[in-house]
């Protein structure tokens, strides 16, 4: 299957980057054939500018094009979202969210035309009916009570609002590595085998 | 009260840039002190750098972004109005949050201590006034990840007896004009009452 993995931490010799390569090297294992998305690396701009947002509004009066004005790093990724049957998400959770970098990827990228489509009704219908199985890797400096207590946001925000733009038989799977400062080397490295073990069996 | 007001969204002509304008109306009547960030308009940028990351255990934050962090310091209550997007913040204000809400602002961690340590102590007050594409049922379903964010985790940094007050549009896609007018009506009177 085609995979695309998107990652969000600021430093290259992070915990989720090493994170993130086990993971690539899991589903190359299974024979996925997968894209990597580096959001820091990429230099990609969170923020959503005005032009998207009216863009993203089809109907707003001020929008005189059919066509969205994004930029083209945003159409490559939505492509690559377009065609992915595996997408995975290797982020740090940060006040129980998404880091405002990967939210801002959620915010640019899944526009419309590529989260959603308009039926001729003018029904919302999912627009990635094609994404077999969502994949999230998060790390987490609370424990899990505690994340429990406040709330995976990020979690939910991908296991759910995300997912409604996928098929209804879209399978989810989460791996937390939670109160990660207090962790051994030794559990750090069980949980990146355990990445890579997982991936290898989508 | 010390206000704070926090606006979020790109676009001057929207919407929740009126319900902005109703919001500062309201606490104008109420005689506030209110203070009031446009992140758009500031250019905010919401990535946090790697050298923030790399010190993140440190207290204090870019040179740039002190301003904002004096204001939450000052503030007595928090206004938040922004538009719901993918059930949570726009990423530039989650990144406000990432990169503001640091080490020596909003918490800390003692010596020896496993728990942070609240700092902004000084909030006993958090407003939410935001809106939502999809209907409150889909909102619920989807599990209200932004609500939580802002009436659970940034909330435990604050005051302990922090009120939270949630004023939400939803289904604002499909909304009539009487529906959004009142919407306003309601965001002006909470914010006198506040």
Redesign the interface.
């Known amino acids: 299957m085609e995979a695309l993995v998107v990652v969000a ?4 010799d ?1 915990f989720a980057h090493a994170a993130t390569v086990r993971a690539v090297a899991g589903l190359e294992a299974a024979g996925h054939s997968t894209t990597l998305v580096d959001l ?1 690396a990429e230099k990609f701009v ?5 032009e ?3 863009a993203y509004l089809r109907d707003a009066p ?1 929008l005189d094009t059919d066509a969205p004005t994004l930029d083209d790093q945003a159409i490559r990724h939505g492509e690559l979202l377009s065609a992915a049957e595996i997408v995975v998400f290797v982020y740090p959770t ?8 990967l ?2 990827w ?2 640019r990228v ?1 526009v419309p035309g590529v989260a959603f489509t308009f039926d001729a009704r003018g029904k919302l219908r999912p627009g990635l009916t094609q994404v077999k199985h969502i994949v999230g890797i998060s790390t987490y400096g609370s424990p899990r009570i505690y994340v429990a ?3 995976d ?2 979690r ?2 991908i296991t ?3 997912r ?1 733009s996928c098929g209804l038989r879209t399978r989810t799977t989460w791996m937390g590595l939670y109160a990660i400062d ?1 962790r051994t080397d030794a559990e750090r490295t069980a949980f990146l085998d355990r990445i890579e073990l997982k991936m290898s069996s989508i | 009260m010390r206000v704070l007001v926090i606006y979020c969204h790109p676009d001057p002509g929207s919407f929740v840039a009126a319900a902005r304008d109703r919001a500062l109306a309201g606490l104008a009547a109420a005689a506030h002190d209110v203070r009031c960030t446009d992140l758009y308009s500031d250019g905010f940028q919401p990535e946090m750098t790697a050298t923030e990351r790399r010190t993140h255990a440190v207290p204090g934050l870019a040179s740039d972004l002190q301003p904002y962090a004096d204001d939450l310091q000052w503030a007595e209550a928090l206004v938040l109005i922004y538009p719901t997007w993918w059930s949570a913040q726009p990423a530039v204000l989650k990144g406000w949050i990432d990169r503001v809400w640091v080490a020596g602002v909003a918490w800390e961690l003692p010596e020896g201590k496993q728990v942070l340590r609240p700092l902004l102590t000084n909030v006993r007050r958090i407003v939410v006034v935001t809106t939502h594409g999809s209907s409150k049922f889909v909102n619920a379903v989807e599990g209200e990840a932004g609500k939580r964010t802002m009436t659970r985790s940034i909330r435990t940094m604050c005051s302990k007896r922090t009120r939270t007050t949630w004023c939400a549009l939803y289904g604002v896609d499909d909304s009539t004009p009487q529906r959004r007018a009142k919407f306003l009506d309601r965001v002006e009177r909470t914010m006198a009452k506040l």
Not at chain 1, 94 to 101: E, H, N, Q, T, Y
């Open positions: 931490h600021p430093c290259d992070s820091y969170a923020a959503m500018s005005r998207e947002h009216h001020t940060w006040w129980s969210g998404l880091p405002a970098m939210k801002g959620i915010d899944l207590a406040i709330n946001n990020g939910r925000t759910r609002a995300f409604v207090t």
